[in-house]
């Protein structure tokens, strides 16, 4: 575990040690399995339980800590079980995961707290809000991943996507032999250098907000970072978004604040307002000239800021 003090200064002039930056801590479950977190943000705010996306891991976090820092929320950022430092667990399902957060935050002493959930941590935050209600206060998704089975079709989101349910359903053997087969190229440390690149193949919006360099490493690294500690971890979390989530987002009382990008290609923006309709309580955001990337890049602090207040 790497936690490094901090000193801050107090408003009568005193130098003080208030915040600890936490690095891949560890929290040993009941079960033996353990959970490694990041914090990021205000030490003294509003807890929020960050659900980092896929592949990716628990530093994409640093997206949000310049943000909450201003507007006061203590960023928790987990890896999900198999994911970079947490234990894997063979055959885990999305209704798994809200008994590990429950236990997971009881160690840390917290109670309520908020969820922010990016791309494909979406589903973990509904999950989490469907089972925990009475310690889930609210819910932020940006960019967020629908419920990928209960899809008509499937032209709502990226190619790569597609392609890779398509093989899943046929072939899924073939399918976990081609992640093996890219672990080691997905593992290497992506260089600053290849920035340029990224308007080659990404929309505008998000290659410019990509330039922003905490932006790119918490983006990339994070999914380097994954791709190098497990890639079963990186498989059985794909898996999950292939099934069905085995709830009903109908079901989910906590509000609910969706954040989609207009010119989001990943999950077309035509998903998040089908979505957002089955919700009993939810504020549906679609911001113009806004991407897959560049939506949680660009708009965090109103994310965060909107989501302590609810």
């Keep these: 575990m790497k936690v490094n003090a901090r000193g801050w200064r107090c408003r009568d002039g005193r130098d003080y040690i208030a915040a600890m930056e936490v690095r891949g801590a560890i929290v040993k479950l009941g079960d033996g399995s353990h959970v490694a ?5 205000d030490p003294q705010g509003f807890p929020v339980v960050f659900c980092h ?18 507007v006061g929320a203590r960023i928790i950022s987990p890896d999900r ?18 008994d590990v957060l429950s236990a997971f935050v009881a160690h840390l002493s917290i109670k ?10 979406a589903p973990y935050a509904y999950v989490a809000g469907w089972k925990l209600p009475e310690q889930v206060e609210g819910i932020a998704i940006a960019s967020g991943v629908p419920p990928i089975s209960e ?19 046929r072939n899924p053997k073939l399918l976990r032999a081609l992640f093996r087969i890219a672990r080691p190229i997905a593992s290497l ?3 600053l250098r290849c920035r340029p690149f990224l308007r080659l193949i990404l929309q505008r919006m998000d290659a410019e907000a990509l330039r922003d360099r905490r932006a790119f490493e918490s983006c990339f690294e994070s999914s380097r970072a994954a791709w190098a500690a497990s890639v079963e971890g990186v498989i059985a979390d794909a898996e999950i978004y292939a099934r069905p989530w085995g709830f009903r987002v109908e079901d989910i009382r906590v509000p609910i604040h969706l954040w989609h990008g207009k010119n989001d290609r990943t999950f077309s923006f035509r998903l998040a307002e089908e979505l957002a309709k ?9 911001i113009e000239n806004a991407g897959h990337y560049s939506l949680p890049i660009r708009n965090m602090e109103t994310i965060l800021a909107d989501l302590l207040a609810v």
Aim: aromatic letters at 10%.
């Design 37 to 41: 977190y990041d914090e990021y943000g």
């Design 278 to 286: 089955r919700f009993q309580n939810c504020r549906l955001n679609i």
């Design 81 to 98: 079980p198999g994911i970079r430092g947490s234990s894997f667990v063979n055959a885990r399902t999305l209704l798994d995961w809200p």
């Design 189 to 191: 440390q992506m260089s």
């Design 151 to 169: 899809l008509s079709d499937h032209a709502g989101l990226f190619w790569l996507h597609r392609r890779m349910l398509a093989l899943q359903g």
């Design 53 to 70: 996306g896929w592949p990716s891991s628990r530093s994409m976090a640093q997206l949000t800590d310049d943000a909450a820092k201003r």
């Design 112 to 121: 309520k707290f908020r969820m922010l959930a990016v791309s494909g941590g």
